[in-house]
């Protein structure tokens, strides 16, 4: 599966308190653009989270979005499939049932407690191992099963920067020219 412009995938990050959870938070953002989702809901209004992955896209490229949305209102306008990441979902292995039934994906990541209409909305609640872990780790393994790692080194056409795999040192290529960094 891969993406085909408009959005398909999307994350929503449930339980943001913007004083505890900003990095945390950002840190999903971050995974879910480089995993391949097209954009996130966040549920609590932070403009400092928005401003700094619009910064990140300018550079590195891409459209991804960042909107705040009451969690009810995504979860309830939402067309396509709906899956939520919990350590007491059912196994990952029903990435290849879910990747067949939908293009649309909405997937929920928690901060703390999520509240329990969540578990009923999902289609699927999954777990990533039964072991309880981090927001940022279940999405990132998630996506990658779900883009089969197809995703982790896609070029974005509109990048500033580009990184060019190197066995040593920092090679990027800025607004077209190659420089080595150190
Ligand atoms: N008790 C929580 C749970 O239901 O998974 C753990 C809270 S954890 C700090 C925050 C979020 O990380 C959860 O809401 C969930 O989205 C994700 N998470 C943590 N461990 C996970 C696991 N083993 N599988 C899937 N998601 C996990």
Not at 38 to 67: H, M, P, S, T
Request: hydrophobic fraction near 40%; aromatic fraction near 10%.
């Amino acid at each position: 599966m891969e993406n085909q412009g408009e959005i398909l995938i999307a994350v929503l990050r449930i339980g943001h308190r913007p004083q505890r959870d900003k990095r945390i938070t950002t840190h999903v953002c971050l995974v879910a653009r480089a995993f391949g989702a097209d954009g996130i809901f966040v549920w609590r209004k932070d403009e400092k989270i928005k401003e700094n992955l619009d910064k990140l896209v300018k550079a590195w490229g891409g459209d991804f979005f960042v909107d705040f949305k009451n969690y009810k209102k995504v979860l309830n306008e939402w067309k396509g499939m709906i899956v939520h990441l919990t350590m007491y979902g059912e196994k990952i292995d029903k990435i290849g049932e879910i990747r067949n039934k939908s293009k649309d994906i909405l997937i929920v990541v928690g901060a703390e407690k999520v509240p329990p209409e969540v578990y009923e909305k999902a289609n699927y609640n999954i777990s990533v191992g039964s072991q309880p872990h981090s927001e940022v780790a279940a999405l990132a393994v998630f996506l990658d099963r779900l883009f089969e790692g197809k995703n982790l080194y896609k070029k974005f056409e509109d990048a500033e920067m580009e990184i060019v795999p190197s066995p040593k040192g920092k090679t990027v290529i800025e607004k077209g020219f190659k420089t080595q960094r150190s």
